[in-house]
């Protein structure tokens, strides 16, 4: 099982780079769901889920959620 960071608005996945992928496949693996919920609130995303997504049958398993930096405002 892949632990990825979803954000929960795009339900895309983070990668390595800082940008987001809708292939949970190419998504930064964590290799647990408290280093992934650490790495997620330091994100500029708003609501996110930690995810557990099992490859060979493409499910998912909502282990955890919360509240990043969130986006940058024009003008703030």
């Known amino acids: 099982m892949n632990i990825l960071i979803e954000d929960n608005a ?11 992928t809708k292939n ?6 964590f290799q647990a769901s408290g280093a992934a919920l ?3 609130k330091l994100e500029a995303v708003g609501k996110f ?3 557990g ?7 998912f398993i909502n282990l955890d959620h919360g509240k990043g930096k ?7």
């Open 70 to 76: 969130g986006l940058a405002t024009v003008g703030s």
């Open 38 to 40: 650490q790495v997620a």
């Open 24 to 29: 949970p496949l190419a998504g930064q693996h």
């Open 53 to 59: 997504h099992i490859p060979t049958t493409n499910q």
């Open 49 to 51: 889920n930690i995810v």
């Open 10 to 20: 795009t339900l895309e996945y983070l990668i390595s780079s800082g940008k987001w």
